[in-house]
């Protein structure tokens, strides 16, 4: 039944008849105006409320207390919301709109049909009154053909020169042909008419649509976030449900043929969306990601190609813009679902992985990480007991296991990206806050590495260990404090046999490696001295490596009564040997550390210039004794694979540090230490070694790159010292006085202190593992 077809009248009279004549098509487009110019309002005063949520937000920034943290949250939610809603109403009024342009043009229309054929049917009935009249007019006369043709004849009972029966028969003739025009006239009107109806029903369909589709309230989300239009929902959802459909019978349906084209229309529609945020809306609450391995994925059915990059940035754009929608519930579920619907079948494994890999970009909210990585924690535990159950052994990955982790290393590695984008995240998962469970979780994360190495060269592993550590170095509580120190006391001896035993290291992990253990520096001297063959000759035997834990020594230096800004971890010195000598063997990554002991120097010179020791000045010299034995330990552990090359008499290779030119940057220190390396900066200590030569050769080389940085960073402490004291107005001869316990210049400076701390560290971390106990 037609909606606009008027029933219960005549022929011609009221509005429609039995047989179901058109009518005026209903509908008020100035009301749908009015709405319209509501909702845009409406969405104008929540676009303000937004906007002044916002600068709520950002006036809290740099506050931290729970509270504010809490307030935070609660003004972003809002806003999200406002926001939202905003978007919505804008939609509205912009889907009504359009409508009440639509049938302001399908009334007009339907008007003019109307009037036109209204104007026909009169037409028509005044030439059939007039061809009635004609025929009762007209004799039965036969031969009617040889009458003369009919005038052209306008008007109804127009006068003809003929006269009689010929005349009343040339006026039917016309009368009939005028009825037949009219009723084209007629017909043509009825079809402009049924074309202004459906013009009319198919706007008011499209606008029940687009209303209907802000229904899909995280798909408005979605869009309002991205600054889309709004207007491509309906279009973007319709996509989305297809693609779902097609997804199982792309994964196993039909023969080989149809079954590759099926997984190539998939892959063409999933790409082309890739900056489609309300497709991706409806596309993750209608799939899972187990559906979408299985259909892009290899299977025993298709061994296709490897996902191609579009489109793996299309599915982690699309994860992204998914997620920015989602509750925290939603988020733990997709990241659960992305680490559990790899499955368990070998085949395609390695591309499962991949894929799911590529779900769960960094940038995800914390919640879908969180979740990963239990799932990918509990899958490797899981895996670790099966092996444990067959060969009677407890311990970290291996056999089975093992091979299972290599096999979706790619997944580990975008989860400990999020882990590394999220510091209390990391803290909390890989820094348990049970001590027993820290163990555990630094094996499992921390003390393996693939067959072949990680996807990212470790950049994942040494990101999220970096970001745990400064999460808790960071924080002010002493608890977090305690968790980050006691991660990195356990992980220190499993490092070197692990992440860092891998064939490659990007740079950067490397970095990530030594910014971690910098807040660490103050107990790096003492733990090598207690540790090394220097002890033997000054107090008794070196200490064995202590278990992991906390120092219960953390004082900064003594004399100072001053603690270290963070609590210290226990640290095992050889293990932290072979940890800088693996995450320096570049200039690059080098620089990392020599800038993490640049600034330890530069921290512990400001304490000791603070004016707390302008009067008794021993313990300035006992915080010199401590950076010089830290930087010692550091800058020899940068120099033990030197030597180790020189006793397996290998290739040649770059040496570890270059101190030429401002490689450490101390220069802004103290203007006679930059001129001490000015006058030593072509020694032949500071080219690169020559690990080709003998053992002995190769040590001078160590040698003299240790007496450039012990003279660099004496001289640079002694010179602060000194301004220090004359900034004071000491006398000259008194200032230099009391900073002769760092003059290097000096005719016994080898008999310091100073000299003692450095060169005890130095020279025992220099040395390659298995020669320093």
């Known amino acids: 039944m037609r909606p606009e077809v008027r029933h219960g009248g005549q022929r011609g009279g009221g509005q429609g008849t039995l047989d179901g004549e058109p009518g005026a098509l209903t509908g008020s487009p100035p009301a749908l105006v009015d709405a319209a110019d509501a909702a845009a309002r409406a969405a104008a005063r929540l676009a303000d409320v937004h906007a002044q949520l916002l600068r709520v937000h950002a006036s809290l920034d740099g506050q931290r207390s729970t509270a504010v943290e809490r307030a935070r949250g609660r003004v972003a939610t809002v806003a999200d919301d406002a926001r939202a809603s905003g978007g919505l109403l804008e939609a509205a009024a912009g889907a009504l709109h359009r409508y009440a342009v639509t049938l302001g043009d399908a009334r007009s229309a339907a008007g003019r049909a109307l009037a036109d054929r209204a104007e026909a049917l009169g037409r028509e009935a005044r030439w059939r009154s007039e061809a009635d009249e004609a025929r009762r007019s007209t004799w039965n006369i036969a031969g009617a053909g040889l009458l003369p043709a009919a005038p052209d004849v306008g008007v109804p009972g127009a006068a003809t020169p003929l006269g009689g029966p010929g005349q009343a028969h040339q006026r039917l003739v016309v009368a009939e042909r005028e009825v037949a025009a009219a009723r084209e006239d007629v017909a043509a009107a009825e079809a402009r008419w049924r074309s202004a109806r459906d013009a ?22 979605a869009v309002t976030a991205a600054g889309a239009d709004p207007a491509g929902l309906v279009a973007s959802g319709d996509a989305a449900r297809r693609v779902v459909a097609l ?77 920015g929608t989602a509750s925290d519930a939603e988020l733990r579920e997709f990241g659960r679902d992305v680490v559990t619907g790899v499955g368990d079948w070998p085949l395609g494994l390695g591309e499962r992985s991949r894929i799911a890999a590529t779900l769960l970009p960094a940038e995800l909210p914390a919640a879908a990480h969180a979740a990963a990585g239990d799932a990918l924690d509990a899958r ?50 890989l820094a348990p806050a049970q001590d027993a469970q820290v163990a555990g979780s630094v094996r499992r994360w921390f003390g393996w590495v ?15 260990f970096a970001a745990a550590v400064e999460e808790g170095t960071t924080s002010h509580h002493q608890a977090d404090q305690r968790r980050a120190a006691v991660l990195v006391s356990h992980a220190t001896p499993v490092l070197p046999s692990g992440l860092l035993a891998g064939p490659t290291l990007d740079d950067r992990a490397g970095a990530d490696v030594a910014r971690a253990y910098e807040p660490y520096l103050p107990s790096v001297g003492d733990a090598t001295l207690n540790q090394t063959l220097h002890r033997g000759s000054e107090g008794g035997p070196p200490e064995p490596a202590p278990a992991p834990g906390i120092d219960a020594d953390d004082g900064l230096a003594a004399g100072t009564g001053r603690r270290a800004d963070v609590l210290q971890p226990e640290l095992d010195a050889f293990a932290l040997r072979d940890v800088v000598a693996a995450t320096s063997r570049s200039p690059e990554a080098a ?10 120097a530069a921290a512990m010179v400001e ?18 004794e401590q950076v010089l034995g830290g930087v010692g330990a550091v800058t020899g552990a940068m120099q033990a694979e030197t030597l180790a090359t020189a006793y397996d008499e290998v290739e040649t290779r770059e040496a570890l540090i270059s101190l030429a030119g ?44 240790g007496h450039q940085t012990y003279t660099r960073y004496a001289t640079t402490i002694h010179d602060l010292y000194l301004a220090h004291d004359l900034d004071l107005g000491i006398p000259l001869d ?29 020279k025992d971390m220099s040395q390659p593992a298995g020669g320093g106990r």
């Not at 603070?610 to 010199?624: F, I, K, W």
């Not at 009391?738 to 310091?752: C, I, N, Q, T, Y």
């Open 200 to 221: 009319k029903a198919e706007g008011s369909r499209r606008a029940a649509s687009a209303l209907a589709a802000l229904a899909d309230v995280r798909a408005v989300r």
């Open 247 to 323: 997804l199982p019978r792309a994964a196993s349906g039909g023969d080989d043929t149809a079954r590759r084209a099926l997984r190539d229309d998939v892959r063409r529609v999933l790409t082309g969306h890739a900056d489609d945020p309300a497709f991706w809306a409806v596309f993750w609450d209608t799939t899972t990601p187990q559906d979408l391995y299985l259909a892009l994925g290899p299977t025993s059915l298709d061994p296709t190609r490897p996902v191609p990059t579009e489109l793996r940035t299309a599915l982690a754009q699309g994860a992204a813009a998914w997620a």
């Open 380 to 429: 490797w535990q899981a895996r670790a007991d099966e092996q444990a159950a067959a060969t009677g052994t407890r311990g970290g990955l291996g056999g089975e296991a093992l091979v299972d982790a290599t096999i979706t290393a790619p997944l580990a590695a975008a989860v400990l990206a999020g882990y590394a984008r999220h510091p209390r995240l990391a803290l909390d998962r």
């Open 450 to 464: 693939p067959d072949g190495g990680w996807p990212d060269d470790g950049r994942g592993v040494a990101g999220a």
């Open 591 to 600: 620089q990392a550390w020599l800038g993490a002991t640049e600034r330890y």
């Open 607 to 624: 304490v000791a210039t603070s004016g707390a020791y302008d009067v008794d000045t021993a313990p300035r010299y006992h915080l010199a």
């Open 662 to 705: 401002d490689t450490l940057g101390l220069g802004t220190l103290g203007r006679s230490s930059a001129e001490a390396l000015a006058a030593t900066a072509t020694t032949k200590g500071l080219e690169f070694l020559d690990t080709s030569g003998p053992v002995a050769e190769a040590r001078a080389e160590v040698g003299d790159v």
């Open 734 to 762: 008194e200032a230099m006085r009391r900073a002769e316990s760092a003059d290097v210049a000096a005719a016994d400076h080898e008999k310091l202190s100073v000299a003692r701390q450095f060169w005890g560290a130095f």
